[in-house]
């Protein structure tokens, strides 16, 4: 059986892929796994690994070609297997993606322009603004107005926005951006998508990042889990208080998650955190075990003691795009991952107003020159729920080490290490990471 | 069963004439009087000759055909003739009059609606009022205010009198033999515009009933209600929105009383939207009539407002140009349609 290579969504708003390299020629012999090319989308650049062992029979696409999701790359045959041309033609012309005609443009294709679906309109005393004959299906089919979106005009949903939610299963959340205010009016931006049945993954990025930096790795996990990426306070979106007027020590920033997982009734979840992430999800299953199921701890800060006293200079340095390449190439084991766009969207958010101060207090609360400052290593052994450590083995922020002390008191762990992964397995090797992520979260919510 | 009659083509104002001269033949009770239909003015050498037949000639020839006792030029005085042809039906004849622009009706409205279009009610049943009265409507040929308005809200408002406004020569030849058959006062509404257009138009002598309505274009969503000549208008107005992808069903209601609602119904509980086109003036007009009819009963199949596109609440201009803005146009219609889908 020959086998198709198509091109994978990373994240959850990628629709298509750029060929920039093929790293295996026609007719090479390659095994499962292996990296065949490499493609960059808006976000990042990364190696496609070859989903099945055999002969890489045919490269589709050339370098430089962009494909959309799902489009065909590459056709890999099985050892000794021979295909013909009509039957590899007739492979690729499969996979080619169908046309939809509903974004047709208003001009002459023939084509009705539907208009885009989005939050229906409410009058002040917020009473939906719903046809008649939309209120009259609803009511027959025992649709709730409020969970159908509108394409009427003005906002209205129609007896069609009502049909398309009942043909819908309730249960697939779109992609939704937006904000808790918190009780001291602080506002915290968030993403939410996926299946509203299973248990929520709630991920916290680590220090100076964002909730951008799980985009590639949602993408993955989006179809069967619920996610909801924040951005911390101090970071990405949220509101970026000056440090004397609010609490940015890891204590603080727990209890604004907690707030935020209390507002979106996430509880109970599955809080996945990333280095400095990871040390505010210790910080709430210790405080509140009521609200946690299970932790995943990805390149975790709060494990132990020591801390690369290089990112701290990095983040007290004055921000440049210069700083932000040092702190990619400290942050990837793989090089070419430090991309001219990545490194600019890291500088542009970090000179954002306040983001620096609030960056600086942030580290100040939890590290120091002399290493990490959480308090949290001495309590690992209450953790009450399993925890999923998850470490790059050639992590140079957090020592790998951490995680194997960590699994030594936390009483139920399970551990993955990721070889050639630097302190960013979310963006080196998504894929890799979703599927631990993956395997661990149906484990535990049974 | 009935067989398909064979296809002709004919004009709007040929379908008139020859519905004319199809039930004068069936019916020597039938006469037809009004200003020059005739064409001589009783001028005996003109009898043979080729006379006018009308301002727009369409009722030109029958002279020829059925004599001057049965095609009768009468003087310019509305009240009069209009009269006479409401005693005339009383008293068992079929008469057809001609009020030669409907805007002159101020002249005879008491003959109209306070004698023929009450006749049978005040006399119980006793009485009846076979009359048709033909009448001309319409802007576009820069006749000024006074000759250019519709107008036939104001006479379906009226109960006792039918109101029928064909928009093709088909329409205009079957629902003109049934018009003057009818044992009630008949107002026909003959478009000055389309006198022109060409249809097929079937043989036979079968008329087509009052009160159905008739589906001009199928389509799946929006329902444009058109009336007389906005028929056309909106038929291309949908020629413009299918090229968008937007599938228009135009209905034509035909006769506005008595209405066929079941059909407009219908059409909206498919397509869920609603435009109404009418060439009238707004208020009070058969356009908010139908609108407050499919609100009533079909309110439950809306999925958005219903909207009218009619002629400004104004008289008509003589100004070519804001004659031309005054009179629904495709355009305008789809724009309408575009802003409620």
Redesign the interface.
């Given at each position: 059986m020959p086998t198709l290579v198509k091109m994978p969504k990373w994240g959850l708003t990628m629709t298509a892929g750029t060929v920039t390299g093929w790293l295996r020629d026609e007719g090479a012999e390659i095994e499962e796994g292996d990296p065949l090319l490499t493609v960059e989308t808006e976000k990042a650049v990364n190696d496609v690994e070859a989903p099945s062992a055999g002969v890489l029979l045919k490269i589709v696409a050339e370098v430089g070609s962009e494909i959309p999701v799902s489009g065909p790359i590459a056709v890999i045959a099985a050892p000794d297997e021979a295909l013909s041309e009509e039957e590899i033609a007739s492979l690729v012309a499969a996979a080619q993606p169908q046309r939809t005609g509903a974004k047709?443009g208003?001009?002459?294709?023939?084509?009705?322009?539907a208009?885009e679906a989005r939050a229906a309109a409410r009058d002040d005393s917020g009473r939906v603004n719903a046809?008649?004959?939309?209120?009259?299906l609803a009511r027959e089919l025992g649709i709730d107005l409020a969970n159908v979106s509108a394409t009427?005009?003005g906002g209205?949903i129609?007896?069609?926005d009502v049909e398309r939610a009942a043909a819908e299963p309730a249960d697939t959340g779109e992609v939704r951006e937006d904000v808790v205010v918190l009780g001291d009016g602080r506002t915290i931006s968030y993403l939410v998508a996926g299946p509203t049945s299973s248990t929520p993954l709630v991920f916290l990025h680590g220090l100076g990042g964002s909730r951008g930096t799980w985009e590639n790795l949602l993408g993955e996990l989006v179809e069967e889990h619920r996610v909801v990426a924040l951005d911390l306070p101090g970071h990405g979106l949220s509101d970026k208080p000056a440090p004397a007027a609010t609490d940015y020590s890891i204590a603080g920033i727990a209890a604004a998650v907690r707030e935020v997982l209390s507002t979106l009734t996430l509880a109970p979840s599955i809080l996945v955190g990333h280095s400095l992430g990871g040390a505010v999800a210790i910080q709430i299953a210790l405080d509140q075990p009521d609200l946690v199921i299970g932790l995943i701890l990805v390149d975790s800060a709060g494990l132990g003691e020591e801390i690369n006293p290089e990112l701290l200079d990095l983040v007290d340095a004055e921000p440049s795009s210069e700083n932000a390449r040092h702190l990619l190439e400290l942050f990837y084991e793989d090089k070419r991952l430090v991309l001219d766009r990545g490194v600019e969207e890291m500088h542009q958010g970090r000179r954002r107003p306040g983001a620096v101060e609030a960056e600086r207090a942030v580290a100040g609360a939890a590290f120091s020159r002399d290493g990490q400052q959480t308090g949290l290593p001495a309590r690992l052994n209450e953790l009450a729920v399993p925890v999923l450590l998850i470490s790059g083995v050639e992590d140079r922020v957090i020592p790998v080490d951490h995680v194997l002390a960590a699994a030594r008191v936390i009483p139920d762990t399970w551990v993955k290490l990721m070889t050639g992964i630097g302190h960013v397995p979310q963006v080196e090797d998504a894929s890799g990471l979703a599927r631990t992520v993956d395997r661990f979260a149906r484990a535990i919510s049974g | 069963m009935v067989t398909a009659a064979p296809i002709r083509t004919l004009t709007y104002l040929q379908a008139v004439n020859e519905a004319l001269r199809v039930t004068m033949r069936e019916d020597p009770t039938i006469v037809l009087m009004g200003e020059d239909v005739a064409g001589g003015a009783n001028v005996d050498h003109l009898i043979n000759e080729d006379a006018w037949g009308g301002p727009m000639g369409v009722t030109k020839g029958l002279v020829q055909e059925f004599g001057r006792n049965r095609i009768l030029d009468t003087p310019i005085t509305e009240a009069g003739f209009i009269g006479a042809a409401v005693g005339a039906a009383a008293t068992g004849l079929r008469p057809i009059a001609e009020l030669m622009f409907v805007d002159f009706f101020g002249c005879c409205m008491d003959q109209i609606f306070d004698q023929g279009a009450k006749l049978r009610y005040m006399f119980g049943g006793k009485a009846r009022c076979p009359l048709t009265i033909r009448t001309q409507i319409g802007a576009g040929v820069n006749a000024a205010g006074q000759h250019s308005g519709c107008h036939y809200s104001v006479f379906t408002h009226m109960p006792g009198i039918k109101t029928v406004v064909p928009s093709t020569p088909a329409d205009a030849y079957g629902l003109l033999l049934s018009a003057i058959r009818d044992d009630d006062l008949v107002l026909f509404f003959e478009n000055k515009v389309l006198y022109g257009s060409k249809g097929e138009v079937p043989e036979g002598t079968d008329g087509i009933p009052l009160g159905v309505a008739d589906i001009k274009r199928e389509g799946a969503?929006v329902t444009i209600v058109a009336i007389s000549r906005m028929v056309q208008q909106s038929l291309a107005a949908a020629e413009l929105l299918?090229?968008?992808?937007?599938?228009v069903e135009v209905v034509d209601p035909r006769t506005l009383s008595p209405l066929d609602e079941e059909t407009i119904l219908n059409s909206v509980a498919k397509t869920?939207h609603l435009v109404i086109v009418d060439e009238d003036n707004p208020r009070c007009g058969a356009a908010s009539d139908i609108a407050a009819m499919v609100a009533d009963k079909g309110?439950?199949?809306?999925?958005?407002p219903i909207k009218l596109v009619t002629a400004p609440h104004t008289p008509v201009p003589f100004s070519p140009p804001l004659e031309q803005f005054y009179i629904p146009s495709p355009e305008k219609i789809a724009e309408t349609v575009r802003?409620?889908?």
């Open positions: 047709a208003p001009a002459g294709d023939g084509q009705r322009a208009r046809s008649p004959a939309a209120r009259k009427g005009p209205r129609t007896s069609e | 969503d299918a090229d968008e992808g937007i599938e869920h309110f439950d199949t809306l999925d958005a802003g409620i889908l």
